[in-house]
């Protein structure tokens, strides 16, 4: 193992925040917490993205490791501690604390993102984290944002306490299933990473009581529904400030306010999209998920016993993840709609919404100055907040398509699927083939990347696109 | 038609739309323009409308009853921005939500032309005002103040004041905005901020750096290149989420602005 002395702290940054990049979760949402009027920071439940990398994702809070020695051996990790040629570092609380509050004053970054590699145990780093998140919330005053990883495997009472001081708390779940964690992750187990999981979910909830006496759980849950069909605001609380020494505000600020999230691996085990969104679906309903990440495998240790792509990371993949986990979150789907057994994975060419409403067209068309608000969210080119636009705004005219395409309907997806006061918005038929190879033609970038397809010029409009299994269109007469 | 000419302010707008209310005639042939550049039309009569706060004060009060905070904020927000419309789009999002049983609702009349107008000055205000809490960056100065310079299209000080005397309660801080000419000053541990004409400011240079400024700077910009992952490198989906007119006031991307 490579341990330089006397590192300063530009290398340190640079190797610790290197060897963070691949966490996925950047955000910073969740919590709306007003300044106290003399602590550095607040939050706003939106959450801000303070800068994006030169790979599009944003950077949001200042994401690093602890430390990146690591006592484990995951296959896919970069930290491993089988990998000797790895520079090795670790911070000290202070510059954790410095850094934080140096970033922070200068408008870089929306708060800390703390993970760590396993150094000697799990509780020897999960008392290390602790100690930085208590230095910067109690001697820096710090009231910005904290996401902290939970170590598995560390003594609850030590995650407990931490939760009362941060934001976020996440533990990944690494791989889909319990098979492929023993393969890449020899030292994880599925138990392991679920137990602090049920722990924080557990006093999350029992917090929530404490916070509302008046209202029982039933309610509660009513309201975070609710809340989660808002676009932006991913069921924020809006907390009072407060002074003094953070724990003694426990009881305000709450257990890890903003909520749990995890993150997967995509593309390292062989699961199929059916399976790894069922996974999702449970984390989200049994577990209270506040959010699920997915990552595009990017073979960083070289291993070539895992896949090496020469396309690179499966991005379309996660892409259509994604999609189908938003279509889960905010509109209401299931993923058995989406997916079957028999369909195991997402259509490359199309986004999981379309290819949903190409299989139920018998549901369409929709007629938009009366279909209900439900009814509305599952056409394609009608999201959230212009569902909401057109509920409210028909109740004092008659909406037009260019009322529509002002409140951001798109009309390219959406006109197959609805008419407006009778009337389609011109003449379409409403044909499976038909709209397949029009939505394909008019927007797929899929399509241009993978190249045009051809086929013989024909007189009559009656050529068939179909999708294999295996993800070819196939055009014939 | 009577077109109101208003001084390019809030109070200036507002006091346009308590005038034009009282004037003679109907609505639609009323219109408020603000700034000093427009192109005359025949047939028409100009009044000049000079800014007064107490009438100014009157339409902001019965804004804020009527049509509650939230479409208050949503008119605010319209104003501030830089299209030479806004005033009359304003006046008759106004007329029109008072023409409503229920004025509340008025942000829900999206056929309504100078409602939906207004609804999207407000969103491309909100929008750039966003991209601002993000974007910005603070310079240490070498007597502890912060400084951070904006040139936003939209006039957008107001929410950036109010977003950061929030956040940095205990700094000596200054955002100036270079386009309107006004700068936010906030001393540590006030609640108040001063909008000025910062003429001044422009002229002079902000001042040396801190001892420990180009250290941060540096740590910032080595840790913003470390964070790309080399096999996901996608430039245009940085560009459209980090658009370029941002990257000459930002650390890290100021040298390929």
Known sequence: MLIEKDMDLMQKLHILGDAAKYDVSCSSSGVDRRGDGKSLGNCLSAGLCHAFAGDGRCISLLKILLTNECIFNCRYCANNCNRADTPRATFTPEEVCQLTVEFYRRNYIEGLFLSSGIRISPLVTMEAIYQTVHQLRNVHHFYGYIHVKAIPGAPPELIEKTGYLV??????????????????????NRKTLLTPMRQIQNLRQRNDQAFLPNSGSGQRNIKKQEDAS?????????????????????????????????????????????????????????????????????NVTED????????????????????????????????????????????????????????????????????????????????????????AARRSAILDY????????????????????????????????????????????????????????????????????DGILVLDA | MKIFVCEDSLEGIFTGVYDAWAAAGPHTEKRLITGDTWNMELFAEYVTVLPDAKKAEKVIRTLKSRLGYEAYEQLCYAAMSDAIDKADAIYHTIVTAFSM?????????????????????????????????????????????????????????????????????????????????????????????????????????????????????????????????????????????????????????????
């Open chain 2, 101 to 257: 049983r229920d004025s509340k609702r008025v942000f829900q009349n999206m056929h309504d032309p100078a409602v939906m107008r207004c609804f999207a000055l407000g969103r491309t205000v909100g929008g750039e005002a966003t991209h601002h809490l993000e974007f910005i960056r603070f310079c240490e100065l070498e007597n502890g103040v912060l400084f951070a310079r904006c040139t936003p299209k939209n006039r957008i000080t107001l929410v950036l004041a109010e977003h950061f005397s929030d956040r940095f309660p205990s700094e000596n801080f200054i955002i100036l905005n270079a386009t309107h000419h006004e700068a936010v000053l906030h001393a540590a541990g006030e609640h108040t901020y001063i909008l000025c004409d910062s003429e001044a400011l422009l002229q002079e240079q902000p001042g040396a750096y801190s001892e420990t400024e180009e250290l941060f700077q540096d740590l910032w910009k080595d840790y913003f290149e470390a964070m790309t992952i080399e096999d996901r490198r996608n430039e245009k989906l940085q560009r459209q989420l980090f658009p370029k007119r941002y990257w000459k006031d930002s650390v890290e991307l100021k040298d390929k602005a």
């Open chain 1, 402 to 469: 260019q009322d529509l395409k002002k409140m951001g309907v798109v009309l390219k997806r959406a006109l197959y699927f609805i008419t407006c006061n009778g009337r389609q918005m011109y003449p379409v038929k409403v044909e499976e083939d038909y709209i397949l190879s029009n939505l394909l033609n008019s927007e797929n970038r899929a399509v241009r990347e993978i190249g045009p397809v051809y086929r013989q010029l024909s007189l009559f409009d009656d050529q068939k696109a179909t999708l294999t299994e």
């Open chain 1, 167 to 188: 934001d976020r708390m996440s533990v990944n779940l690494e791989l889909p299933t319990g098979e492929g964690l023993r393969h890449l992750a020899p030292n994880k």
């Open chain 1, 230 to 298: 808002l676009p932006g605001t991913l069921y924020g609380q809006k907390l009072p400030a407060r002074k003094g020494q953070w724990e003694s505000r426990e009881k305000v600020q709450g257990f890890v306010p903003a909520g749990q999230s995890t993150q997967m691996i995509i593309g390292a085990t062989p699961e199929s999209d059916y399976q790894i969104m069922k996974v999702s679906e449970g984390l989200y309903d049994r577990f209270q998920m506040k959010r699920v990440y997915y990552s595009a495998f990017c």
């Open chain 1, 304 to 391: 070539t016993t895992l896949p090496m792509p020469v396309t690179g990371p499966p991005l379309l993949r996660e892409h259509r993840l994604y999609q189908a986990d938003f279509l889960m979150r905010f509109y209401q789907f299931k993923i058995d709609e989406l997916l079957s057994e028999d369909k195991p994975n997402f259509n490359v060419f199309l986004d999981p919404k379309c290819d949903w409403a190409l299989r139920h067209l018998e549901q369409f068309p929709v007629e938009i100055m009366r279909a209900d608000y439900q009814t509305l969210l599952r056409v394609p080119g009608i999201g959230v907040k212009s569902a909401k636009r057109i509920v």
